[in-house]
Structure formats: C-alpha cells, structure tokens
C-alpha cells in the first residue's frame, strides 16, 4: 500500500462557483486543511468530456435515484407526478443529462488534490451531495442551498458549487481523464514538516 500522503483526488469547481467568485475560497479551504494542490486549470468542458467524467454504470444511476427518492420522501413529494417515474434508473438518466447542460454552461476550474485520505477529506470539506442537507462548515453547507426537489422541478441539476472524487475508482478515473502526467506537479509544502 502506498504512503495514505500520497492518496490524490480530483476536485472540479463547477459553473456556479466560478461565476459566484468562489474560486478562491474553495482553494483556501483546501490549502488551510493542509492539503496539497498539485494541479491546476481553468477550462470549459465539452458535453463529450462531462459523458466520459460521471460513470456511466447502472449502479451509479441508481444511486443518484435512489437520494432523490429519499429526498422526496423526505418531504413529502410525489415523485412519480413530478418526474414522470419512480423508477431509480430513469430518474439517474434524466439527472445525467441535466448535469451535462450544467457542467457546460461556463468555464469550470479543475485540480488535483494531495494529502492524507485526500479522497475522503475532500469529500468531508465538500460536504453531501445536497446542500439543503450540508452541515454549516463544509462548502456546500455554507454558499449554497439548492435541493433535488427544486431542481428537478426546474429540470436542471442541482447546483452545489464543486464536484469531488467520490472513491478510489472515480479518483483513479478523473486523473487519467483530466490531466495529462506532465500537468501533475509535486513540490514540499512548509507545514510538511510540522504537520505529519
Ligand atoms: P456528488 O458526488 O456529491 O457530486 O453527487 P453524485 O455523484 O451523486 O451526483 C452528481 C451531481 O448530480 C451532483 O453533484 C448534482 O449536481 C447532481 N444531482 C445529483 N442528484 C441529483 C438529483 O436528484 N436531482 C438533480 N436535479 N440533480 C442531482
Ligand atoms: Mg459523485
């Protein structure tokens, strides 16, 4: 197993974040947890790149599904009168499609992050997929609000300022698909030597 410093993560500040000037609040966050950026850029996705980004398995569908039905649920509302169907695949494949036209709608800035259990830490930074639901403290949790019952009224995905590797599989996936070796850096931070 290699050194847990050495675990890396992707992190995308979606259209929303770029335009809402978040960029550098989000980067600060990062950087202040001690956590390394050893890649950065600004760049517009083509719907072809966001198709290749998000996996494209039934069990990732699903699951995008399945936290609208709770969410749903949660609430009160009718999913079925209000999407046309309960099913947790169709519902996945409509979610995909919104968040293609999101992703696309302006330029994003895309990183790779370094440090230990950078996958979960960044996860933990970025708070839950729902920023109705993110605690204050996270990023989510403290610029945004949107809820998949909103959005998906609206027809359109959920507006939650960034995107994160969500396991070691996507990390391992976003890597190769957004950089190129020669763009990933790695340079001595000088807290390395205080804090681990
Ligand atoms: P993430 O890893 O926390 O970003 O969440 P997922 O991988 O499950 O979903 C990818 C993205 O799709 C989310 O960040 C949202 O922008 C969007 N999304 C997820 N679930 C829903 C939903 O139920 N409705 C809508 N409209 N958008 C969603
Ligand atoms: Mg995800």
């Given at each position: 197993m290699p050194h847990p410093k050495e675990d890396k993560t992707v992190l995308i500040i979606k259209p929303d974040g770029v335009k809402r000037g978040l960029i550098g609040e989000i980067i600060s966050r990062i950087e202040k947890?001690?956590?390394?950026?050893i890649a950065l850029e600004m760049f517009m996705a083509t719907k072809e790149h966001i198709d290749e980004h998000y996996p494209k398995s039934e069990e990732w569908m699903k699951k995008i599904g399945e936290k609208t039905l709770k969410n749903y649920n949660d609430y009160g509302y009718d999913v079925k009168k209000e999407l046309g169907t309960d099913d947790l695949l169709e519902i996945g494949k409509l979610v995909r499609g919104w968040l293609i036209d999101y992703m696309t709608s302006g330029p994003m800035v895309k990183m790779v992050v370094k440090g230990i259990h950078a996958i979960e830490m960044v996860r933990k930074i970025v708070g839950p997929t729902l920023p109705s639901q993110a605690e204050m403290g996270t990023i989510r949790g403290d610029f945004s609000v949107d809820d998949s019952t909103a959005a998906n009224r609206d027809k359109r995905a959920i507006r939650n300022l960034v995107h994160a590797s969500g396991n070691q599989e996507e990390a391992d996936h976003e890597l190769l698909f957004w950089f190129a070796p020669e763009e990933i850096t790695d340079y001595k931070r000088a807290e390395d030597d205080i804090m681990f």
């Amino acid at each position: 197993m290699p050194h847990p410093k050495e675990d890396k993560t992707v992190l995308i500040i979606k259209p929303d974040g770029v335009k809402r000037g978040l960029i550098g609040e989000i980067i600060s966050r990062i950087e202040k947890r001690g956590l390394k950026i050893i890649a950065l850029e600004m760049f517009m996705a083509t719907k072809e790149h966001i198709d290749e980004h998000y996996p494209k398995s039934e069990e990732w569908m699903k699951k995008i599904g399945e936290k609208t039905l709770k969410n749903y649920n949660d609430y009160g509302y009718d999913v079925k009168k209000e999407l046309g169907t309960d099913d947790l695949l169709e519902i996945g494949k409509l979610v995909r499609g919104w968040l293609i036209d999101y992703m696309t709608s302006g330029p994003m800035v895309k990183m790779v992050v370094k440090g230990i259990h950078a996958i979960e830490m960044v996860r933990k930074i970025v708070g839950p997929t729902l920023p109705s639901q993110a605690e204050m403290g996270t990023i989510r949790g403290d610029f945004s609000v949107d809820d998949s019952t909103a959005a998906n009224r609206d027809k359109r995905a959920i507006r939650n300022l960034v995107h994160a590797s969500g396991n070691q599989e996507e990390a391992d996936h976003e890597l190769l698909f957004w950089f190129a070796p020669e763009e990933i850096t790695d340079y001595k931070r000088a807290e390395d030597d205080i804090m681990f």
